[in-house]
Each structure stands twice: as structure tokens, then as C-alpha cells.
């Protein structure tokens, strides 16, 4: 799967969208990745999987993580094309956390996975984890990079595809002053206060 297998795979999805969204990182957005839509799909996202996991073969892992909900289905695929153990950290009263019986051990080599990279704060968030418990970040992965610019996450960081896509804060939306109606399709829990 190529860069324009995958733009394609995301329009036929309709994975990304057009509209005037509120990202999770607080920023505004005139376009939209929401992965699930690709990843409802189990012949796509084996390939996905199978596409970012290639990109770390040579990773000494033994476990993937990555944030819930969005990087479940991805980090479940790459850690089978991996043939190593696949975990997820979840929100619990706004902070990212491991639950569910999962832990990591001291110096446990692993990779983070995520769905989507914007700003970075979920992959950072579950870093701190991983560093809360000592283990070694080797990397980090995504479907779809869409940083206004390369973000610095310490580790080598790999995209199958990066995506220029403009954002802009809440007041130098030009949606917002042109009265488009603002959807909120991220997972992570914002007031609309608009």
C-alpha cells in the first residue's frame, strides 16, 4: 500500500472529511481523519497494520501501546504483524492511564502506535507512561501524520502518510467567523463552550 493507495482508502472510507471540526487537541480543523472508519474495516486494517509494522522491523519490541480508543484497532494489528504482546492506555478522570490488568516492566522495549499524530499529546501522554514504568520507548508510529510541522517525540517517528492540514486556534478560526456550525468527532472530552 502506497501513499495514494492509502489517500485513496481514506476518501473511499470517507475516513477523511470536509466540514469545520474540533480537534482533540483544542484547535479548530476544515478537514478530519477519523480512523475508525478506515479501521472498520478488516482487510484494511491488517494491511494498514502490516504496513506500519513493517516500518519497525528492525525495532527490538516486545510490546506495542498505544492510546485508546483510536489506536486500539492499529496497535492490535501492527503487534500481530510483530508477533509481540499489544496493550492500550485508557482515560480514567482525564488522565491516561494503564487499566485492565496491563503493566509494563523496567527497560520492556516498546512502540508507540497511534492512529492519527496532531499535536502529539496522547503519544506523549502514554511516553510519561511508559517512562512511569520505565520502560524504553524505541519508537513511535502512526497511520497518518498531520503536525503543522515534524513533532521532536525523542524516539524515531514514523507515518505511513503525512497530511498537511491547517488548523487554527478557536479565534483565528475563519470557519468560526464565517458561522460554520463546529463538530467535535475527537474521542477526548472538551467542553463546547462555543
Known amino acids: 500500500m502506497n501513499k495514494d493507495d492509502l489517500m485513496q482508502t481514506l476518501y473511499l472510507t470517507g475516513a477523511l472529511q470536509q466540514g469545520h471540526f474540533l ?38 519490541v516486545e510490546t506495542v501501546i498505544g492510546p485508546a480508543m483510536g489506536g486500539i484497532i492499529v496497535v492490535y494489528e501492527v503487534a500481530r504483524h510483530l508477533k509481540k504482546r499489544a496493550i492500550f492506555a485508557e482515560r480514567e478522570q482525564g488522565k491516561m492511564v494503564l487499566r485492565r490488568g496491563f503493566s509494563l516492566e523496567p527497560e520492556e522495549p516498546v512502540l508507540v502506535i497511534e492512529d492519527v499524530i496532531t499535536t502529539g499529546g496522547s503519544v506523549r501522554e502514554v511516553i510519561e507512561i511508559c517512562n512511569f514504568y520505565r520502560a524504553k520507548v524505541m ?47 475527537g474521542s477526548r472530552e472538551i467542553p463546547l463552550s462555543f
Open 23 to 60: 480537534l482533540s487537541s483544542g484547535l479548530h480543523s476544515d478537514r478530519y481523519v477519523q480512523c475508525a472508519l478506515l479501521l472498520q474495516y478488516p482487510n484494511i486494517s491488517a494491511r494498514v497494520g502490516e504496513e506500519l509494522a513493517n516500518l519497525f522491523t528492525e525495532f527490538p
Open 139 to 185: 519508537g513511535v508510529g502512526s497511520i497518518i501524520d498531520r503536525s503543522i510541522k515534524p513533532l521532536d517525540l525523542g524516539v524515531p517517528t514514523k507515518a505511513l502518510l503525512r497530511l498537511e492540514i491547517q488548523t487554527w486556534k478557536k479565534e483565528e478560526c475563519p470557519l468560526c467567523q464565517q458561522g460554520i456550525k463546529l463538530a467535535k468527532p
